[in-house]
C-alpha cells in the first residue's frame, strides 16, 4: 500500500474563519487559480472572472464566506498573513465599484452576478466544489475545478491526489501502522512523528514552527475571551466568552496572555472551576472563528476550539509543563488527525461533526494522554473512546453559519478528550476491545451511509426546525 505523507503543518494550518472546508479551502484554490492566470500571461489580457460554486459550498457559502473567501484570494490576498480586520472594508470596496484587482490588475467584477451559487447542482467527486471560469480580450476562455475536501485541503480536478516526494523513515497510514513503529523502534508516537517530519525539515524547524502554533492558539483565545459583541450573521447570537472571563476572573484585567493564563492558574483547580475554564476556552476560539477571525485548522475550523481548549487545560492545570511538552502535544494529536484523513475524512460535508468534533477531540485526547505520561497504546486507547463517542454525530449548522451548535460542540468535545484520557490512563491497555483503526473505519462507512441532509447543507436537523433569528440561549 502507497503512503500518503502529510506533516504536522499539513494539520495545522493558520487561515481565517469560518469554515477550514468553506472559507479556507475556496481561499486556497483561488490563490492556485490566479496562479494559473499569471504563468498563462499578462494579468491584462483577462476581461472577466466568474466563479461557479456547487453542493454544499453553495448551499452553505453565504454563511461560510465562501464568496467573501475566493474574492480575497483572486486579489492575492494571504489567508496566513492578509490582516482580518480588513475583510470588510475590502468586500464592501469590491461590491460597490463592481471592480477586483487581480493581484493588482483591475477588471470589472460584480460578486452579486459573478460568483454564482448553483444550489441544486453538484459535482460527483466530493460535495465541496467550485469552478473558476476566465475570459480573454482574445475571446479564449479558461476553466478550472477544485475540490475543497477538508481542513483546507485543496484538489484541482484532473489532477492526483496530492502525493509527497519525501520518503518518510516510518511511513504511515493507520494506528497499526504508528504502533508498529512504536513497538520496533520503543520511541513514543510523538517521537516517530517528529522523526517523520525530518523528510520535510530539519528538527529546529519543526519545533519553532509548532511553537508559533501554540502561540496563535493561545492568542486566539485571549481575543475570544476579551471581544464581546454579536457575531455576524444575523442570528443575533451573542459572544459568551468574554463574559464568562470576566466572571471566573471575578472582573480583574490583566495585561498580556501569560499574566492571564497565571491567574487563571491561581484560581482554583475545583472540577467546576476547570470545567468552566475548558469550555471558555472553547467558546472563545469559535466565536473568533465565527467572525472572520484568525484561528489555526485543527484539524479543522468548525472544530478549532477543542485542541486550544485541551492544551490550555494541560498548560494551565499541571505542573512542569515545557516548551518540549507543547511540541509533543501537537505531534501526537496531528498524527491522530492524519490518520482519520488517509482513513476516512475530516470533511463535514462528507462525513458530518463526526468527521470534524469527533476527530479534533480524538486527537486532543490522544495528545493528552502521551504528555501525561500515557502509553503508545494507551494514547491510542484515548483517540478511539473519543471518537467512538461522537460516531454518527451530523452537522446541521442553522443558518448555514458556523455558530449553533458548532461553537457549544467545542467545548463537548473538549471534555469528551479530557474525559477519554482519564479513562485510558485508568485503564490497562489489554482493556480495548476496539481499535482506533476500527473506529476509523466505521466512521467512514457512517459517513458514506449518513443522509446528505446531515452533512453541512443545512438541509436537516437544526438548521430547518429552529426559527432564524433567535439568539442562542
Same mark, same amino acid.
Given at each position: 500500500m502507497a503512503h500518503e505523507a502529510i506533516s504536522v503543518f499539513d494539520i495545522f494550518k493558520i487561515g481565517v474563519g469560518p469554515s477550514s472546508s468553506h472559507t479556507l479551502g475556496p481561499w486556497r484554490a483561488a490563490l492556485r487559480f490566479l496562479d494559473t492566470l499569471k504563468k498563462r500571461g499578462p494579468l491584462s489580457?483577462? &476581461?472577466?472572472?466568474?466563479? @461557479? @460554486?456547487?453542493?454544499?459550498?453553495?448551499?452553505?457559502?453565504?454563511?461560510?464566506?465562501?464568496?467573501?473567501?475566493?474574492?480575497?484570494?483572486?486579489?492575492?490576498?494571504?489567508?496566513? +498573513?492578509?490582516?482580518?480586520?480588513?475583510?470588510?472594508?475590502?468586500?464592501?470596496? %469590491?461590491?460597490?465599484?463592481?471592480?477586483?484587482?487581480?493581484?493588482?490588475?483591475? %477588471?470589472?467584477?460584480? *460578486?452579486?452576478?459573478? %460568483?454564482?451559487?448553483?444550489? +441544486?447542482?453538484s459535482l460527483p467527486f466530493h460535495p465541496n466544489a467550485l469552478t473558476f471560469l476566465a475570459k480573454f480580450k482574445n475571446e479564449e476562455t479558461l476553466a478550472e475545478t477544485y475540490y475543497s475536501i477538508g481542513g483546507g485541503f485543496v484538489i484541482k480536478e484532473g489532477e492526483e491526489r496530492t502525493k509527497s516526494s519525501v520518503s518518510l523513515p516510518f511511513p504511515i497510514n493507520t494506528a497499526s501502522d504508528l504502533l508498529h513503529w512504536c513497538i520496533k523502534t520503543g520511541l513514543s508516537i510523538s517521537e516517530v512523528v517528529m522523526e517523520n517530519e525530518t523528510a520535510w525539515r530539519n528538527e529546529k524547524e519543526t519545533k519553532d514552527?509548532?511553537?508559533?502554533?501554540?502561540?496563535?492558539? !493561545?492568542?486566539?483565545?485571549?481575543? =475570544?475571551?476579551?471581544? /464581546? =459583541?454579536?457575531?455576524? =450573521?444575523? &442570528?443575533?447570537?451573542?459572544?459568551?466568552?468574554?463574559?464568562?472571563? !470576566? !466572571?471566573?476572573?471575578?472582573? !480583574?484585567?490583566?495585561?498580556?496572555? /501569560? /499574566?492571564? &493564563? +497565571?491567574?487563571?492558574?491561581?484560581?482554583?483547580?475545583?472540577?467546576?472551576?476547570? &470545567?468552566?475554564?475548558?469550555?471558555?476556552?472553547?467558546?472563545?476560539?469559535? /466565536?473568533?472563528?465565527?467572525?472572520?477571525?484568525?484561528?489555526?485548522?485543527? *484539524?479543522?475550523?468548525?472544530?478549532?476550539?477543542? %485542541? *486550544?481548549?485541551v492544551l490550555l487545560y494541560y498548560l494551565i492545570f499541571h505542573e512542569n509543563v515545557t516548551d518540549d511538552k507543547v511540541i509533543q502535544f501537537l505531534l501526537t494529536a496531528s498524527e491522530i488527525g492524519s490518520i482519520f484523513k488517509k482513513g476516512a475524512t475530516i470533511s463535514a460535508a462528507m462525513g458530518g461533526c463526526q468527521a470534524e468534533i469527533g476527530v479534533s477531540s480524538s486527537m486532543a485526547a490522544a495528545a493528552l494522554t502521551e504528555v501525561l505520561g500515557g502509553t503508545q497504546r494507551q494514547a491510542l486507547m484515548a483517540a478511539e473512546i473519543a471518537m467512538e463517542h461522537h460516531l454518527g454525530m451530523t452537522c446541521d449548522p442553522i443558518a448555514g453559519l458556523v455558530q449553533i451548535p458548532c461553537i457549544e460542540r467545542n467545548t463537548m468535545g473538549a471534555i469528551k478528550a479530557i474525559t477519554a484520557s482519564q479513562l485510558a490512563l485508568q485503564s490497562a491497555p489489554d482493556y480495548a476491545k476496539v481499535s482506533l483503526d476500527a473506529v476509523v473505519e466505521t466512521m467512514w462507512e457512517t459517513a458514506l451511509d449518513m443522509n446528505s441532509k446531515y452533512k453541512e447543507t443545512s438541509e436537516g436537523g437544526l438548521a430547518i426546525n429552529i426559527p432564524l433569528g433567535l439568539s442562542e440561549c
Open positions: 489580457n483577462i &476581461l472577466e472572472v466568474q466563479v @461557479l @460554486l456547487y453542493g454544499s459550498l453553495a448551499k452553505t457559502g453565504i454563511g461560510h464566506g465562501t464568496d467573501i473567501a475566493v474574492q480575497l484570494g483572486l486579489s492575492g490576498d494571504d489567508p496566513v +498573513t492578509f490582516n482580518v480586520d480588513q475583510i470588510t472594508p475590502k468586500i464592501s470596496q %469590491i461590491r460597490s465599484q463592481r471592480k477586483l484587482l487581480l493581484d493588482g490588475q483591475e %477588471i470589472d467584477f460584480d *460578486p452579486a452576478i459573478d %460568483i454564482q451559487f448553483l444550489y +441544486t447542482e514552527g509548532l511553537l508559533n502554533i501554540a502561540r496563535i492558539l !493561545k492568542e486566539c483565545t485571549y481575543r =475570544g475571551c476579551h471581544t /464581546e =459583541g454579536v457575531l455576524p =450573521g444575523g &442570528l443575533n447570537v451573542k459572544r459568551r466568552a468574554a463574559g464568562l472571563n !470576566k !466572571k471566573l476572573l471575578k472582573n !480583574k484585567k490583566y495585561n498580556n496572555i /501569560e /499574566e492571564w &493564563l +497565571t491567574a487563571i492558574g491561581q484560581g482554583g483547580n475545583s472540577f467546576q472551576y476547570i &470545567l468552566d475554564w475548558v469550555s471558555c476556552f472553547a467558546l472563545a476560539v469559535n /466565536e473568533e472563528n465565527a467572525s472572520f477571525g484568525r484561528v489555526v485548522t485543527a *484539524p479543522t475550523n468548525g472544530a478549532a476550539g477543542v %485542541i *486550544p481548549a
